[in-house]
């Protein structure tokens, strides 16, 4: 099918004039994907469909709203019970009671939790833990592993250079405009290095907090998490996991009960409200009480969608067990990844959770060829680049046909590494951007 979509690239034009950046949320720029090319902006998403400004219809084998949407976009439960707390008015002057009920839950589901604030966005949540962390202790400085939003605490970690956070997810983040006082308050440190951070809490007496992802890119090493949850203990040091994106996806709420280390704080986002905005802080009674010592407060926290959409979105995924369901969809997508590429004698490196997967090809042309695959998927309709977050929408027929479509493209780049052709010979477009920059 010939492609026409210049009503979402002609929009995406007149978004970088009037919109900073061009869209609010950096993994969602055109840019990232296919320059100039992108579908850009959607008109309706259901299941693991989208359709473009121009009625075109995708396959997402991509993203799925950036890992919000694990149970589909669109989930007829859900939305039931979304519309029918927007028709019994969003917001008053008194509070919902869905806030009580969905806190009550994750309580359940994580029985060293005994409080829960709720936020909006991973961000905030972020943020909320950092002020409590530091409120319960009396202390400032804390060590992080991973990405954990845009705000001023996270940022400052690249005051002495921009380089601090490149190995946490997102590179080139610069933290112009973030108070240079803020320097020396964050220390990163990497996954599974626990000299790096023994080194952090030595040198760094006054360390509020520990924060980092239980898991995202690898598994932790045998005993690494155990080792993580002893030096915070004997330290006096909060242990925060940042779970906004990872939880939900391998067990009934948190990856950490499947390690079976539990943190002080934790963090829920992206998959808790299937696409409604809803993060959560849950915690131990001793820490979470200083929220109440501090200032933590929100007019749109306390709106309805959110807890409503948390509710009905837990209650449909334990019905459904879908954290096993999108578990084994990674799993078959990842096999098939390999299965694929040794075939064509590609060099590919596959991480992430199972639900979370993610590949690169080790060549020096990888961001041609994501640019290549990108461009040649979506001529067959498919959103696709190097990563899936699996739904449980993804059906065996929907991952047939991605296969199907995958295969050949690997075969030509088989082709590229071995001097046969070029991939030059066939980008329509500019090379996708690997992290993020100025866009003009
Ligand atoms: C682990 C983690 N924490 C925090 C965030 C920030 O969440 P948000 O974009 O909702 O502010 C993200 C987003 O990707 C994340 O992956």
Redesign the pocket.
Known sequence: MKLKNNTGQNLYKKAKKIIPGGTH?L?KRPELFLPNLWPSYYSKAKGCHIWDLDNNKFTDMSHMG??TNSLGYSNKAIEKEVISAVKNGNMSTLNCPDEVKLAEKLIELHDWADMVRFAR??????AISIRIARASTGRDKIAIC?????HDWYLSANLNGNESLENH?IPGLNPLGVPKALRNTVFPFNYNDLNELKTIIKENPDLAAVKM?VV?SYEPKVGYLEEVRRLCSENNIVLIF?????GFRETFGGVHKKYNVFPDLC?F??ALGNGHAI?AVIGKREIMECAQDTFISSTFWTERIGPTAGLATLKEMDEIKSWEIITETGKTIKDNWIKLATNANINIEITGMDALASFVIKSEEWLKYKTFITQSMLKKNFLAANVVYSSTKHSKKILEEYFESLEKVFNKIGDFERDIDSVDNYLKTDVCHSGFKRLN
């Not at 991973?146 to 845009?150: A, I």
């Open positions: 949320l993994s950036v890992g966005t991973g961000g905030e949540a972020n991973g990405y954990h939003g845009w997810l992802e995202r940042d779970e906004c994106t990872s963090m986002g992206k993060t």
